[in-house]
Each structure stands twice: as structure tokens, then as C-alpha cells.
């Protein structure tokens, strides 16, 4: 019998690659208003806990920004127009989710990202695969809290024994710990793997087909199961 049957993932720098047009979007803004523009590198530094922390580094005076919430929803407006211009799978991705869904895991997304954005990535990348996409939302505190890993668990009809998280990041090893499910992190995204073993992470993986391993299933070299 397997250990797991659900799994969670995270989505920006775990299935998607979305740094490009998050950092085209607040660049946007700080262009519009006379900002300094931020690089890739730095904006790549602050994603991970919601739009609102995102825009609090990015801008001059963060909170204290006498615009502060102006700029904040209007880069949530715009990013939602422009969040697929340049977003893309990673490569395994899709082989990795057709190979859970073969085995017939549960799957769900839970991310910092605000809600709108979440679900209309997922409907445009992972509809096929995944079903319940929990974003952020005034109903529900944002990762690492775990209230979106047991929403997405509840709505799966799933339990903290036989689930796992899968994320790139210091806050989904938390997020992961705070829920008191396992975290394999993904050493592709938005942090290196120097930096998640720094953070506690115990389990690594380089490649999608990776995971199938830890799952326990027999994979061959192509990463397929048997």
C-alpha cells in the first residue's frame, strides 16, 4: 500500500517558471511612476509570500510608501492581464503529472499568489491534471500558515498522513512543517539548493521524475514508472 496518495504543489519556481512576467509586471509599475526599475535576480529574491511583500521590496519606502496601495492593486490588475507572456512549464512538468494522474494520485496547487492568478494559470497549464488550486484570498491566510494546504486537503478529500508538499522555497519547507506533512524541494526554482539545505529542507530532487522516486515508484531511466 503507498504511503502517499496526495500530493500538493506549490506553483511559481516549482511547476511554472513565472519570474519573467512577475518581474515585468512590477517593473511596470516602478517604470509608470518613476521608480528605479529591479532586476530578474532581486525580484526572483522577494517572490514567495504574496503580492504584498512582493511590492514592499520592490518599492521605494515599502509600506511606507504614501501610494503603497494604489501601486499594490494595480500590479495585481496588471500581472492578472499579463500573467502567461512569458511563463512557462518546466521541462518534466507535464510527463511528471501525466504519470501521477496514471497512478492516480490526488493532486492540488497551493500558492501565494493571489487566487485569480492561480486558478487562471492552472486552468490554462494543468486543467487536465489538477483540479483544486488554492490562492490568496481575505478567506484564508496566506503560506506559511497551513490553512491553504488543508483547504486543498479538504476539497480532495485527503488526509496530513498520506500527503506531501512539493515547493522551491524557505516558505513552502515551513508551510510544510506548519501543515505536518513532508516537503520534498524542487532544486530548479526561485532558490538553489545550497540555500533550501540552509533552510532545513530534507529532501532534494534535480528533476521532476525525481518525485516518482521518493513516491516509491519504480521509474526507469526516462523517469516513467513500470
Do not use: Q
Not at 519556481?13 to 517593473?27: H, K, M, P, Q, R
Not at 510544510?176 to 532558490?191: L, T
Amino acid at each position: 500500500m503507498k504511503k502517499f496518495n496526495t500530493i500538493i504543489f506549490d506553483m511559481d519556481g516549482t511547476l511554472l517558471n513565472t519570474i519573467e512576467d512577475i518581474a515585468d509586471s512590477v517593473n511596470y509599475i516602478l517604470k509608470k511612476y518613476g521608480y528605479s526599475l529591479r532586476t530578474y535576480e532581486e525580484i526572483r529574491n522577494f517572490v514567495g509570500n504574496g503580492s504584498e511583500r512582493l511590492m514592499e521590496l520592490a518599492l521605494p519606502g515599502g509600506r511606507n510608501n504614501p501610494d503603497f496601495e494604489k501601486h499594490l492593486n494595480e500590479y495585481k490588475h496588471y500581472y492578472l492581464k499579463n500573467n502567461n507572456n512569458k511563463t512557462s512549464p518546466y521541462e518534466g512538468i507535464f510527463e511528471l503529472l501525466e504519470e501521477l494522474t496514471r497512478r492516480n494520485y490526488k493532486i492540488a496547487i497551493v500558492s501565494n499568489k493571489n487566487d485569480d492568478n492561480i486558478k487562471d494559470l492552472n486552468r490554462t497549464y494543468f486543467s487536465g491534471y489538477i483540479k483544486t488550486a488554492v490562492g490568496e484570498s481575505k478567506d484564508v491566510m496566506r503560506k506559511p500558515a497551513p490553512d491553504m494546504v488543508y483547504n486543498a486537503l479538504k476539497e480532495l478529500n485527503s488526509g496530513i498522513e498520506n500527503s506531501v508538499y512539493i515547493g522551491d522555497s524557505e516558505v513552502d519547507i515551513d508551510t510544510a512543517k506548519n501543515a505536518g506533512i513532508p516537503c520534498v524541494s524542487v532544486c530548479w526554482g526561485f532558490r538553489d539548493k545550497e540555500f533550501l539545505s540552509g533552510h532545513g529542507a530534507k529532501y532534494l530532487i534535480d528533476k521532476p521524475h525525481e518525485l516518482l522516486e521518493f513516491l516509491g515508484e519504480e521509474v526507469t531511466a526516462e523517469g516513467t514508472t513500470i
